[in-house]
């Protein structure tokens, strides 16, 4: 190196009076080839990866276009299914022991085909003129506290279901059927015939018959300014 | 290494600097412009929204304008400007060839502020598109796309002719970056301002772009810098090449379907946003593994953050971002996005990764880059520290400050019987301390623009005795501006 000037050999520029930095600076940078980390690998990106299928599948409502909530599907029971379940519930498995979705829909199923078939109908499609259609109705698909507040005290008096004129009477159940069972049932008639709800929760049944206890049967009016509308 | 070399890379490394100086001295000086009048118009709109007679009866300083005038200018005038000019300048680094075209890609940097210039004046008169990241009206657009078109095209010439060798992950994500921006910016101002395409299909375009401008653009060269400074400073080669790798692909394979996450309630199909979710949680992939591969670079050197201005912000802005994605991920489960979405809380996360991260790294970056451009020193290191503490305090109380606010605000709205009234009006403590932290980053960004204006005028000629302009002196001589 020219102690005066700071070059190397070969440098034609006072690099120590041009350009301090150039001088003091390191080399341009490179990498290692250290492995990666075992854990990294089993404990960061194993686990994700598979939790990411998992919540795919999970959380995709069937990866279908016309749906938007992630959870569709999840209490959906398709025909074959509906059979099965009708079939256990016919057989009067309405004690089916514990809370999966298989057996409350089954008690549903049970409790549907002894209290509500005979009006409307096992494959919920009404009587017309008589009695409204479960199937792909506003009311059994919609606002849920006004679907337990009329099954348990009953329904008066002209209704729309589906923009559709009903006039009749609907007993009310509340005294027949514990908390459970409304629940039961009506989780039962919100997941099939193209109902896409939500299950009832039993404890929102108890809620709203402590609540409205000893309450006469409603009307469309009085369910409205009660718990709203649809 | 032998004489030969070091001497063959330094005349190199001259005139790759020398080539740059005017492109990308141009385009890092108008981002500190456009850097002090976005904080001035965040001022305004911070402080509107604690103290709405601020200001009031002039309608360009409207919130509406305020607010979309100081989020364009921040986004293409300051982090977009600086990114250009970075990339540029690291690009040609290490593609070890000087840039062959400056003359017009300083013409370009001169369109691409004029581009910026008229897109905030349009937003300022009311021209606002009303799309969120894209307000520049329609007018604006040309200047900025043909501009990066240069700067896209200029990228490809550096890579084209580069020096044979191995490529240093730097220049991949500085490529991409280079590559992903035009082509969001094209697509999405097509599909949403252009030819505007049915309603409901815009506001996933609009956040697939969004989103993206931040993790596809701002996150990419801000890690290229970061990647290319820590080893350069320490002297230290980089922990692990395969690390860098999977940090890279998988940035790109998991952001681009990042953006629907912000649509999770919304009327669109649920595998979309679901499809979203998952991507935005599998960011952990590629956050954790970058985090690992810095913090294995770093250790045993942590000392000279305490001389290096530079390593400092860059370190700075690097564990931001480690925070600010694992923050990002977490929000976009549908359990806290429950809680988090329309609040304050998202915008404290959104300051965390473009200032805490992306703005941090920048400063840092064009405290190594402009010595070596204009040949001298940062005339003082009083300034230097008077732009990191307020900066990085301001941040820190604007991010505490938001995320608690922001979280008891998202808690609240979901009470059904919470008055409205009542929970906007227990965000105003929170919405202060942002104008204060606000207040405070300005200060930080006056002492960077006077330092950097300061240089510009040459009030102080360095040489190599003098050294670089540090915090304090290292024991050991060192190069670490």
Known sequence: MNRHTGNEPGEDFNVREVHGQIWRERDE??????????????????????????????????????????RFGDWQIDPVELEAI???????????????????????????????????????????????????SDWVGGNEERLILLTLHGLVGPILVNGEPWDGVMPGQGDSLDDNQIANVLTYIR?????????VDPATVSGLREKYAGHAPWTEETLYEAVGGL | MNPEHIARSRSERLAIDRAARWPVGVFIGSSIFWLLAGSLLALVASIKLH??????????????????????????????????????????RLCRVPIEDHRSLTLSAVFWNFGNLVGVWGIMRGDSTSIEWLEYPAYAAPFLLASFAFVTLAAFNLVRRRAPGHIYISQWYVMAGFIWLPMLYFTAHGLLVLAPVQAPAQPPINWWYAHNALGLWFTPIGLAAAYYLIPKIIGKPIHSYYLSAIGFWSLAFFYAWNGMHHLIGGPFPAFMVT?????????????????????????????????????RFVVFGAMSY????????????????????????????????????????????????????????????????????????????????????????????????????????????????????????????????????????????????????????????????
């Open chain 1, 29 to 70: 940078p490179s990498e290692n080839h250290k492995a990666v980390p075992w854990w990294l690998k089993h404990v960061i990106y194993a686990p994700l990866a598979i939790w990411a299928i998992w919540y795919l599948a999970y959380a995709s409502g069937g990866f279908r276009f016309d749906v938007q909530s992630e």
């Open chain 1, 86 to 136: 009708v079939a256990a519930g016919e057989a009067g498995a309405d004690d089916a022991p514990d809370d999966s979705r298989r057996d409350v829909l089954t008690r549903g199923a049970a409790i549907y085909s002894r209290v509500c078939a005979a009006c409307h109908q096992a494959n919920g499609a009404g009587v017309p003129g008589a009695f409204p259609p479960l199937a792909e």
């Open chain 1, 191 to 199: 997941s099939t015939w193209g109902n896409d709800a939500p299950p």
């Open chain 2, 51 to 92: 103290d709405p007679e601020f200001i009031a009866d002039n309608p360009w300083f409207t919130f509406g304008r305020a607010r979309s005038a100081h989020l364009n200018a921040m986004a293409y005038g300051w982090l977009s400007s600086a990114g250009i000019g970075i990339g540029l300048w690291l690009l040609s």
């Open chain 2, 275 to 311: 499809a979203s979710v998952v991507a935005s949680v599998m960011m952990f992939i590629p956050v954790i593994t970058v985090a690992i591969n810095h913090h294995m670079t770093m250790k045993g050197h942590f000392r000279y953050l305490i001389h290096s201005p530079t390593l």
């Open chain 2, 322 to 481: 480690t925070l600010v994605s694992i923050q990002g991920s977490t929000m976009a489960i549908r359990v806290v996005n429950e809680i988090t979405h329309f609040t304050h809380y998202t915008v404290g996360h959104a300051h965390l990764g473009v200032y805490g991260f992306a703005s941090m790294v920048f400063f840092g970056a064009i405290y190594y880059i402009m010595p070596r451009l204009l040949a001298t020193e940062w005339p003082s290191r009083w300034l230097i520290r008077l732009h990191f503490w307020p900066c990085a305090i301001g941040i820190a109380i604007y991010f505490i400050g938001l995320s608690v606010g922001g979280w008891l605000q998202g808690l609240a709205l979901n009470r059904t019987d919470a008055p409205f009234m009542e929970i906007m009006e227990a965000t105003i403590p929170y919405l202060k301390s942002r104008s204060i932290a606000g207040i405070l980053m300005t200060i930080g960004h006056l002492a960077f623009g006077v330092s950097f204006i300061w240089m510009i005028l040459r009030r102080r000629a360095a040489t190599s005795e003098t050294g670089p302009t540090l915090f304090s002196l290292p024991p050991q001589s060192a190069d670490s501006t």
